[in-house]
């Protein structure tokens, strides 16, 4: 069995079933609503299946502060990124004082209810100058900031409704999915490459060499919103898929991925913010039991001013809170044609 721990020492399942769901669903009925976009929507889903851990729920100001001054939850644990419920005003009156509110996706149907703990104001402004280090509106972080509202729901959630996406749900593995999948082949180290593009030959190249100092890889594809102009997410499957198939007459089978390799998409929300989202990836699938986090080059960067200086403190910063966190050792770059990955 992999050894590596969930961040913050225990995976969290906030999934309602059988019973307590129905019990919820009916209780759900009666209680103020708030509609989620798709961002919130995919952190109400990532919280749920321990993507999060050790987060059971929506930020309060304690945890929210901490995070945006020191990059820790109030516990002191390492957290790099706040994980809020926006709300308007407007929203805020409506709610009253109940003590849960149920949240619902596009189409007005529940799927989950939160207990309501806290309502805070916050500061837009100073959290995009603290977390994207930028207040310019031509940054995506800034122009979503500027329209989630002034305040925020805070307390744990109860997933009761999963999002149906017929692309993505056969490559879908939540964080307990991947830890079996990864005791039943024996993997006790297994490196994570997160990528918003179809593996080319550079990444190809990455991952041969992490293929040398670990058990397996998980190809781990954003395939919630991403950057403008981005190679979109169903077809980046079919891709990673075609890999997989070496009798396919597009891929040669030296190209093809081994039995090491699996693909699974994630809905972890594309935070376009510098070093501190490589920190949050990284967080993220420790929970699933990856001990190697791994990203793109410029990752997540709109401007591309990521460099590997960023990168390498996440990692290490990562590594001294006590989660696995390391990078690969610098190979010689090299060009030409690929003689495939393994």
Not at 27 to 32: H, S
Not at 302 to 316: D, G, I, K, Q, Y
Request: positive net charge; hydrophobic residues 35%.
């Amino acid at each position: 069995m992999n050894s590596n721990r969930p961040h913050g020492g225990r995976l969290i399942n906030r999934i309602l079933e059988g019973k307590a769901r129905e019990e919820w669903l009916q209780r759900a009925a009666l209680l103020p609503r708030v509609r989620l976009n798709a961002r919130q929507m995919a952190d109400v889903e990532m919280i749920a299946v321990g993507a999060f851990s050790p987060l059971e729920g929506f930020m309060g100001s304690r945890d929210y502060e901490s995070v945006l001054c020191e990059e820790r939850l109030a516990n002191g644990v390492v957290w790099t990124i706040p994980v809020t419920l926006g709300v308007t005003e407007d929203t805020k009156q409506a709610i009253g004082t109940a003590e849960a509110v149920a949240l619902t996706d596009a189409e007005a149907r529940v799927v989950a209810v939160l207990d309501l703990e806290e309502i805070f104001r916050y500061d837009r402004e100073r959290e995009a100058q603290s977390v994207l280090r930028t207040t310019e509106n031509s940054h995506p972080g800034v122009r979503y900031l500027e329209t989630a509202g002034e305040y925020c729901l805070a307390g744990p959630i109860h997933l009761l409704e999963r999002r149906q996406d017929r692309t993505y749900e056969n490559y879908r593995l939540d964080p307990i999915e991947t830890r079996y999948l990864f005791a039943h082949h024996g993997w006790k180290t297994v490196v994570a490459f997160q990528t918003r593009n179809p593996v080319h030959r550079a990444h190809e190249y990455i991952l041969k060499c992490a293929l040398e100092t670990v058990d397996g890889l998980l190809l781990h594809p954003l395939v919630g919103d991403t950057q403008d102009g981005d190679v979109p997410a169903e077809v980046r499957i079919q891709c990673y898929l075609r890999r997989r198939a070496p009798s396919s007459a597009c891929i040669p089978r030296r190209c093809a991925m081994p039995g090491r390799a699996r693909p699974s998409s994630t809905q972890l929300r594309g935070k376009i913010m510098a070093a501190r989202i490589s920190l949050s990836g990284a967080i993220m699938r420790a929970s699933a039991t990856f001990t190697d986090p791994s990203t793109r080059r410029k990752n997540s960067s709109p401007s591309n001013r990521m460099n590997l200086a960023s990168r390498r403190s996440a990692l290490t910063l990562l590594s001294i809170a006590g989660s696995a966190g390391r990078l690969l050792p610098k190979r010689p770059a090299r060009t030409g044609r690929s003689t495939g990955w393994f």
